[in-house]
């Protein structure tokens, strides 16, 4: 009687075990960045430096200048080129930009603008100073509205903070569109 | 008595579980945070056996952009080549206060604006205690960096430089620059 309680508490105990092993949350939804909000057209503030979505542009093909050579580029989606102010940098830094759509999926800044005068890139933003900056990404058309602007440091941003800053009112798409310094 | 006993064997156990994990996270921080200054006088100092000197600093301000200005520190690394492998590396920053730190420019026009400010013309290169090119002669190791500043913050910077194998202990000196204008 004694061995069967005994076994009755092993049980138990491995079957509880078992449950908090398979609920518990992995490392990477456990540590991720703060997320800072920020109103439409307001500033959201960040450990490293602050920002303030200013407004986009929608088109179907972007044309740049890459070192004296013009380059255009078209998509069957969208380009999208969300235009941003950075301010209260408190270390010098790069940025990296993520748009977060209307579906919660995440696109990562274009790599097909890369060289493009200007670029997040090759851009840092240093203490003191207040600069504006850009980003390119290329999606759906449905995932822009309701959709925000994810910046970060570069890297790993476990418990750094992650600003969102939601579109405001954008135009409808153009045939094209510029990206100049 | 014997419960008490196989308590404290736990607390030991979780405490050295606790310790292990801790010690790489306290030898990275030591490794990357610079909490032990030494101040010096503007000309420099000595860190570990390598003695740093501050041979120029120069500040340009463009007329497009007058509320910025690129600073343009030129440094002078010597010591025994075992100190100066020690170090491992450089790190060189710049700080006003205690919120605000500027990392050196690493663009694709860093060495075009070096040469610009530089009175000589030249580009030193990255602060590194053991380049390949280094002296023959045993000489001092100049490196160039060149930071973006706003031009009310010219007032008051320090530098720090400090080194993998010096962190936490690091250089603290105060910078004033010569102010000059790019046409």
Known sequence: MIRAADMATVLAGAALLGAMMASAPDYNSVFQPFPAH?????????????????????????????????????????????????????????????????????????GRVEGAPGGLEARWFQPGLTDRAFAVFELPADEVPGGRLVLTAPGVTILDSALHLPAPPLPGPQPLARIAP | MRRIGWLALTALFFALTAGIGAKTAILDLRGEREWDLTDTGPA????????????????????????????????????????????????????????????????????????????????????????????????????????????????????????????????????????????
């Not at chain 2, 860093?110 to 023959?136: L, S, V, Y």
């Not at chain 2, 060149?146 to 194998?165: C, M, T, W």
């Open chain 1, 38 to 110: 920020a109103a439409p057209g307001e500033a959201a503030d960040g450990r490293l430096f602050d920002a303030r979505f200013l407004g986009g542009r929608l088109a179907r093909q972007v044309a740049f200048e890459r070192y004296g050579t013009p380059i255009i580029r078209d998509s069957a989606a969208l380009f999208l080129i969300a235009d941003f102010e950075v301010s209260h940098v408190t270390a010098s830094t790069r940025i990296a930009a993520t748009w977060r759509g209307a579906s919660g999926r995440d696109y990562a800044a274009t």
């Open chain 2, 44 to 183: 420099g100092g000595a860190l570990e056996g390598v003695a740093l000197r501050v041979e120029l600093t120069r500040a340009a301000t463009a007329p497009q952009r007058p509320d910025r200005a690129l600073l343009l520190v030129r440094l002078a690394l010597d010591g025994p080549p075992a100190a100066r492998a020690a170090w491992v590396d450089c790190r060189v920053t710049l700080r006003h206060g205690q919120d605000r730190l500027w990392r050196p420019l690493e663009t694709a026009n860093t060495d075009a604006a070096i040469r610009t400010i530089a009175p000589d013309g030249q580009n030193m290169g990255r602060c590194n205690p053991q380049p390949f090119d280094a002296p023959a002669d045993a000489g001092p190791i100049l490196s160039d960096q060149v930071f973006l500043v706003p031009v009310e913050a010219l007032d008051g910077l320090r530098l720090h430089v400090s080194a993998q194998g010096t962190r936490p202990r690091a250089l603290a000196l105060p910078i004033a620059a010569q102010l000059v204008a790019i046409p």
